[in-house]
RNA sequence: GCCCGGGUGGUGGAAUGGCAGACACUCAGGACUUAAAAUCCUGUGACCAGAAAUGGUCGUGCGGGUUCGACUCCCGCCCCGGGCACCA
């Protein structure tokens, strides 16, 4: 390996630590000679550390994105050294909204923008030092990449989920059983043979993991767009926060919740946080109970209704639909609502506007409720409704109850109906208060009193008034109800799941096409995967149409297509063809695009075979890397994936795995997620409306913020004891200084002010930009930095006088090795046999070699130290710890008056991973020549156990819970012994005073304790 | 409301049953310097006593418990952060 040119240096002219030179020689270095080429070599296990690939926005890094990659590089370094082949490779996330945003608000085209900001995005984090296989970079927009995110699309596409195995199959096996006649072929008395083609694709197309559907979606205007469920937050658009409306269009939609038991039993076998899974697994939404049915009096429609307490079915006094539900839609035929209202409606039954008629009052109801927003109907909480005339029959006791519609009941979960027990339910109990409904209870709280517990109860007790259930807990009261219920043929155990079905369709331009086309019968026939890849039209206007058109309808030409249909009619693929071609018939593209998180789905796979043009990556190299651990054995990134692209890609990945393309379950077997970087503290000051100062422990801790009138955030609370509205706002830093324990204005120390960290915020304008912090500090310092700052999980303040610090770690280190200004030599010394001579050169005398092989002897038990510290830290990513210990170890070089090259080399070596421009400087010096191997190549040191205890323990002896002195004794001492010798010490003989200890406890090397 | 995570000096944090506050930041004092910066050394949880070395008391959100010993384990509460939420 070539090795970059030494600086010269003579014992005249010792460099300063200039960590520009260094940084970008050794950056340039390992890039020209691919020092970090990821090998998948069958002789060394295998070690997957991935990050989460940025979004190239406009902004560029920010200080939250080197403490995730900081991280996975320390890892990635470490476990090179330990022998493993590793993969840690960097890409692009580059489709999708905040890119096309930008570029229309820059107008220039989204790949123009894209090219741009991945340039500058790879040159900054290349000025980190990471130490990524730049080999793989991979871009979600480049057509050799989504070639493969189609054509997995396509494995969607034909795929159809078989219940009875739970597991991803084949299309044509489907069609291969209709055509036996294994399967009976769904809503059709013909056989699959008497079918013809066109009504063979639909019949399959129902099937499909991808399949098209008309749904209530969320359409945001303001994005001129769709969005998926986990995208909208509280009634608005993730991204630009605009208001969300219900909509019914026709979407792609992929089928995730066919797969929800096994992303939310999968989820058991991942080393996440618990949060993380806990947020998929509420997302996820499992819940146990029954479905039953309740007959309609009068007619022949079943009102089937999900609970997960089928025990409470004594105390169902009423039941509610959602204003949505098909039941009461009074233009379709299966309509429940009576013509006229039953006799003796109470009033208050009816809709107030529109009483004549129950269908009269349920259409006036529902229409009030179309035009309540989702957040007035999350935010008022107040029960509404009214009666729809009909009536059902309670199974367990016959009795008749009345059917109502509430906007209470969505109609997006379970059934879009309930039974509603008003004594078990708080919000039954006040729709019956509201409405004068009847109340039964069927729990109790205790086992020997029947009425035990206020009502609404709604915890768990004891079965009353139930006949088949009496007495029974409502554990057991459970299953013996859903055993009822099956036995007598109203109902069923059932699991329910929350999630719904991913929509996968947008209508932008800066995404996929869909590899599709539509015929003209109506059906949709996927591309031939030799099509592939399908590239985005180059359009010149792609910005939204203003209409729920998506931008391609703007390029008629491409849409217009000729095909060929090939293979089986049922599950043929289309071949573009010229007009014109014998057999072709006309066709139209796909106009949607796909969502931002396609091309996110899999990149991890794309890494793994960046180049090959045959297949998304090749199944052997896919298997060195996925399967043995299986996954990725360390991701990280940012906790506001938990529910988008980690949910999606882990149902790709499972999608992927039933296809046999992948020989994991779970893409990511170990995830962490780093903590938010806050901006630096700040101040803020307090003040009444007629400018009065008041001390921040008047402030009552109430906070909110607002922009004030000239453009600069203010806090406003109130005054603790007086309740007067108060504003804050940030002093300039040097009108505070601190007086004692608090911050105090200089010009009124009397007044404390309040000292908080924000989050970073362009408005704020507290944002810290990693390229100015490498300018001043270099990137080694901001590595360091960013991982002493606290553990990787939490959030935490950035401190510029943070990166002091660190950075004068690395001076001191720097100095250790290459001498202060007026020693003017180096430090560091060699033993060559038995004589110690400086490593520059030049002998030693005899009271320097005598200083040298003490302080080698006296480095030897707390270099094992060093090396089993940070071995572990690394392994549990503790990297803070990590370094404290590597700086208590320079501390202790930064005393000697010569340092032993051992005792460098081992500290850099264990720097390299978190510091290594400098370490790989260091190294080279300490080597002696111009020419070594990087030092990254330099295997992991190793420790010995026996060799990181001290010979003799300071023990502490503690006498009734209190140090009341200490010993000193062997490590080996045994416990008699140490007991015997700690009764012997005079100062301890002192403290007990001649009481005898009735209990005397010896921990190992910790501690000694008497009772007496 | 439900579910997670967390509360330790002036600040970031360390210690996961065994000497609380490692390592840093900040601040103060000293050395070097004509001076400043940089660097090096010393001190820096609070309170009390002492001229000082030093000694004592308290102290990990609050209250209880287990233990020879609790930041750490258990029970109850308070506060902060995050997620979900009319989810049947």
Redesign the pocket.
């Known amino acids: 390996m070539a090795s970059p040119d030494r600086e010269i240096k003579d014992s005249n002219n010792m460099p300063q630590y200039n960590p520009h030179a260094i940084e970008e020689k050794w950056q340039q270095f390992w890039l020209k000679n691919k020092v970090f080429a990821s090998v998948a070599d069958p002789t060394s296990p295998k070690f997957y550390v991935l990050d989460m690939f940025p979004y190239p926005s406009g902004e560029g890094l920010h200080v939250g994105h080197p403490e995730g990659y900081t991280a996975s590089d320390i890892v990635a370094r470490y476990k090179r050294a330990c022998g493993f082949s590793v993969m840690h490779p960097m890409g692009w996330d580059a489709f999708g909204l905040p890119a096309e945003q930008y570029a229309i608000k820059t107008d220039t085209h989204p790949a123009a923008t894209t090219r741009k900001n991945v340039s500058r995005f790879r040159s900054q984090l290349q000025a980190l030092g990471f130490s990524y296989d730049w080999e793989r970079e991979i871009n979600t927009t480049d057509p050799e990449y989504y070639r493969w995110t189609q054509w997995i699309f396509l494995q969607l596409f034909d795929t159809w989920f078989d219940e009875s195995s739970g597991h991803g199959r084949p299309i044509a096996e489907l069609a291969a059983e209709f055509a036996s006649g294994r399967r009976a072929v769904p809503g059709c008395t013909q056989s699959w043979h008497e079918l013809d083609a066109r009504h063979q694709r639909e019949i399959l197309a129902g099937f499909r993991l991808a399949y098209q559907a008309d749904v209530a979606v969320n359409w945001c205007p303001g994005l001129g767009t769709v969005l998926a469920n986990e995208e909208v937050?509280d009634g608005k658009s993730e991204v630009g926060g605009f208001p969300v409306e219900r909509r019914p269009m026709r979407q792609w939609m992929l089928r995730i919740t066919a797969y929800s038991r096994r992303l939310l039993d999968g989820l058991d076998t991942l080393e996440w946080?618990?949060?993380l899974k806990?947020?998929q697994r509420?997302?996820i939404?499992r819940?146990e109970?029954a479905l039953v049915h309740f007959q309609i009096t009068g007619r022949t429609e079943i009102l089937d209704?999900?609970?997960?307490?089928p025990d409470t079915l004594y105390g169902v006094s009423y039941m509610v639909l959602?204003p949505e539900h098909p039941l009461v839609n009074v233009d379709e035929k299966n309509c429940i609502i009576p013509p006229t209202w039953p006799e003796h409606t109470p009033a208050g039954w009816k809709y107030a506007g529109a009483p004549e008629s129950p269908a009269l009052s349920v259409q006036a109801y529902q229409k009030w409720v179309a035009g309540r927003s989702e957040r007035q109907?999350?935010e008022?909480?107040?029960?509404?409704g009214v009666f729809t005339g009909a009536y059902a029959i309670n199974p367990v006791n016959q009795q008749r109850i009345a059917i109502f519609v509430s906007?209470?009941?969505?109609?997006?979960?379970?059934?879009?109906a309930?039974?509603a027990v008003p004594a078990h339910?708080r919000?039954d109990f006040d729709f019956a208060r509201k409405f004068g409904l009847p109340m039964e209870r069927v729990v109790s709280a205790r086992s020997d009193l029947p009425e035990a517990g206020e009502l609404p109860f709604e915890e768990t007790g004891y079965a009353v008034h139930s006949p088949w259930i009496n007495g029974l807990a409502t554990e057991q009261a459970i299953p013996v109800m859903i055993q009822q219920v099956e036995e007598r043929r109203f109902g069923l155990g059932r699991t329910?799941y929350?999630i719904r079905d991913w929509l996968f369709s947008r209508q932008r331009y800066w995404g996929e096409p869909f590899p599709l086309v539509h015929l003209e019968d109506g059906t949709t026939v996927p591309l031939a995967p030799e099509e592939l890849p399908l590239r985005l039209p180059d359009l010149v206007d792609f910005k939204p149409t203003g209409t729920m058109d998506p931008p391609l309808s703007k390029a008629v030409d491409w849409a217009k297509v000729w095909v060929l249909l090939e293979g089986p009619p049922a599950t043929a693929v289309a071949r573009v063809v010229p007009p014109g071609t014998p057999g072709a018939m006309p066709a139209r593209r796909e106009l949607n695009t796909m969502p931002q998180w396609a091309g996110s789905c899999w990149y991890y796979l794309r890494y793994l075979d960046p180049r090959n043009p045959t297949a998304f990556c090749q199944p052997e190299t896919e298997r060195y890397w996925m399967k043995q651990p299986p996954g990725v054995d360390l991701y990280i990134g940012g906790?506001e994936h938990?529910?988008l692209h980690l949910l999606y890609s882990r149902f790709w990945h499972k999608v992927l795995f039933d296809r046999g393309y992948v020989s994991s379950q779970e893409p990511f077997r170990k995830l962490v997620n780093q903590g938010l970087i806050l901006g630096e503290?700040e101040y803020t000051a307090f003040s009444t409306s007629t400018g009065d100062l008041v001390s921040w422990s008047e402030v009552a801790?109430e906070l909110s913020t607002r922009t004030g009138a000239d453009g600069r955030p203010e806090i406003v609370s109130r005054h603790k004891s007086t309740g007067e509205l108060l504003v804050g706002r940030a002093p300039a830093p040097a009108t505070i200084e601190?007086r004692g324990?608090q911050y105090v204005l200089k010009s009124r120390p009397d007044i404390e002010v309040d000292?908080r960290s924000y989050k970073m915020s362009k408005s704020r304008g507290n944002v810290i930009n990693p390229d100015d912090v490498i300018a001043k500090y270099g990137a080694d310092s901001l590595r360091l930095f960013e991982m002493?700052?606290?553990?990787l999980e939490?959030?935490?303040?950035w401190?510029t006088?943070?990166v002091?610090?660190?950075y004068?770690?690395l001076?001191?280190l720097w100095?250790n090795v290459f001498g202060?200004e007026e020693e003017n030599q180096p430090r560091v010394v060699v033993k060559d046999g038995s004589t110690w001579r400086l490593l520059a050169g030049g002998a030693l005398t005899a009271e320097q070699a005598r200083k040298a092989q003490a302080a080698a002897d006296e480095l030897v038990r707390p270099m094992h130290r060093l090396v089993r510290k940070v071995t572990q830290d690394i392994e549990r990513l503790?990297f803070?710890?990590a370094?404290?210990t590597m700086?208590?170890f320079n501390?202790m070089l930064?005393?000697l008056e010569v340092v032993p090259r051992e005792a460098v080399l081992t500290l850099v070596r264990l720097l390299e991973p978190f510091a290594p421009h400098v370490a790989e400087e260091i190294y080279q010096h300490l080597s002696g020549t111009a020419s070594v191997e990087s030092l990254s190549r330099v295997p992991w040191p190793t420790y010995d156990d026996a060799l990181c205890v001290e010979a003799r323990w300071?023990i502490?002896v503690?006498i009734?819970?209190k140090?009341s002195g200490?010993v000193s004794v062997p490590a080996d001492a045994a416990e008699d012994h140490v007991l015997q010798s700690v009764l012997a010490d005079a100062q301890i003989q002192e403290k007990l005073a001649g009481r005898n200890p009735r209990?005397k406890?010896y921990?190992k090397g910790?501690?000694v304790?008497l009772?007496v």
């Not at 209704?305 to 307490?309: E, G, L």
């Not at 008022?380 to 509404?384: E, G, H, V």
Request: charged share 25%; hydrophobic share 35%; aromatic share 6%.
């Open positions: 937050i946080s618990e949060s806990m947020m509420n997302w939404g819940s109970g209704v999900f609970t997960t307490r959602a109907r999350q008022d909480t107040s029960k509404t906007d209470y009941v969505l109609m997006g979960y379970g059934t879009g309930i039974m339910d919000r329910h929350k906790v938990a529910v503290a801790p601190k324990s000292a002493f700052m606290g553990p939490q959030v935490k303040p401190s006088a943070g002091e610090g660190v004068r770690f001076h001191r100095r202060t503790s803070n710890t370094i404290s700086m208590e501390n930064t005393r300071e502490p503690q009734n819970g140090v200490r209990k406890i921990v910790r501690m304790s009772v």
